[in-house]
């Protein structure tokens, strides 16, 4: 299988605690996003890197959100002293480039802080 | 900016009736429209996309959407559904203009269709 991978799936932390969620893009995929979907909601973009670029944040990412892309392939989203609202489902996608920008997505990480 | 509108939460039909899921938007900017689904512990899938050019733009499982620019609508359509279609689905925009956010999808807050036998 070939799309988007995310590790892990489910993640239950208590709150304070730091956690870190993992991205693979599809391979030659030089776009990778973000987004957060919490219950009853869509997903709400979060963060863009394009290579190993990050070139947008949202206000939605708040100082204890970062997220890396070191050498323009896999990524990572790490939230720092979690809080019960962070609990969320954390959806990654990549693109190319080029083309009308069609996003494949990955299943999500389901992130539960209690 | 640019926001959704799913008019409906929640769309339960029987089996082999017809179905129509709203959408609308609002935006400043031309638009691309996408329609995702979203199956039971499943990720986003894309079902269908208006780029450009004819304004009926169809799946390969029998669903259909039509942009209707002064309505500013992209419903979403099938004739007949099936159990296997019970799943989320969330209508999307983007910017069309290169250049600027084109690379952001908005969603709606998704409807969820229940196919019932």
């Known amino acids: 299988d070939t799309g988007v991978s995310q590790d892990p799936r489910h993640k239950i932390t208590k709150r304070g605690q730091n956690v870190t969620f993992r991205c693979d893009p599809i391979s030659e995929h030089n776009r990778l996003y973000w987004y957060r979907q919490t219950l009853g909601q869509g997903p709400e973009f979060l963060t863009y890197f394009q290579n190993e670029a990050q070139l947008e944040k949202s206000r939605l990412l708040s100082d204890r959100f970062s997220a890396e892309r070191p050498k323009g392939s896999f990524s990572t989203l790490e939230i720092q002293r979690t809080e019960q609202g962070d609990s969320a489902m954390y959806l990654c996608a990549s693109s190319l480039t080029t083309g009308l920008n069609e996003q494949y997505f990955g299943p999500g990480t389901r992130l539960t802080v209690t | 900016a640019q926001s959704v509108t799913q008019l409906d939460s929640q769309v339960p039909v029987f089996e082999e009736a017809p179905v129509e899921l709203r959408c609308n938007y609002s935006?400043?900017?031309?638009?691309?429209l996408f329609w995702y689904v979203q199956y039971p512990n499943q990720g986003l899938q894309l079902l269908l996309k208006?780029?450009?050019?004819?304004?009926l733009v169809e799946s390969i499982n029998g669903f259909e959407a039509e942009f209707n620019k002064s309505q500013t609508s992209f419903h979403l359509r099938k004739p007949s559904v099936h159990i296997s279609d019970t799943a989320e689905y969330f209508c999307a925009v983007s910017d069309r203009n290169s250049g600027g956010s084109n690379y952001k999808l908005t969603f709606g807050k998704g409807t969820l269709l229940t196919v019932n036998p």
């Open positions: 208006y780029l450009s050019g004819s304004t």
């Open positions: 935006s400043s900017v031309s638009v691309y």
